[in-house]
């Protein structure tokens, strides 16, 4: 059993597909499972994840219907923790190593919410957003 599954819907995501999940295979922390749940693609999203041979990715085909197949992956995951991710995301290469090692010291936490940073399609910086920015929000 994998420690986190990387939960990761996608709908005609060819254009930012290979970037995504590229950062999720250079992540520093190696035991985690990419499931990710097509939800009905009709670009060739599908025929860019296919070309991956990693053994830690799962690809899964369905109609589209988003929250069905999104539900459908949460009970289809095999970690212990459950990271989202969209697939056209670009995680840094020690999110996961942070993020797990965070909730294994807190385990009174159910839910962590991380920095973003917005880029355009050039991959230039246009928004940093920190969530949550206090408790009350």
């Keep these: 059993m994998p420690e986190i599954t990387i939960l990761m819907p996608v709908r005609n995501g060819e254009k930012y597909i290979k970037e995504s999940i590229d950062s999720i295979l250079k992540q520093t922390f190696t035991d985690f499972e990419l499931l990710i749940m097509d939800d009905g693609s009709t670009d060739r999203t599908v025929e860019?994840?296919?070309r991956y041979t990693d053994e830690r990715i799962r690809l899964i085909r369905r109609k589209h219907?988003?929250?069905?197949?999104?539900?459908?992956?949460?009970?289809?995951a095999l970690g212990a923790y459950i990271a989202r991710?969209?697939?056209d995301d670009?995680?840094?290469p020690e999110r996961f190593v942070k993020q797990i090692a965070f909730m294994n010291s807190h385990p009174d936490?159910?839910?962590l919410g991380t920095w973003a940073i917005e880029i355009d399609d050039d991959g230039k910086e246009y928004f940093r957003k920190?969530?949550?920015i206090t408790h009350e929000e």
Excluded: T
């Design 48 to 50: 860019r994840i296919e």
């Design 65 to 76: 219907n988003f929250i069905r197949n999104l539900n459908e992956g949460l009970e289809l």
């Design 85 to 87: 991710m969209d697939a």
């Design 90 to 92: 670009i995680s840094m």
């Design 109 to 111: 936490i159910d839910c």
């Design 130 to 132: 920190k969530m949550p």
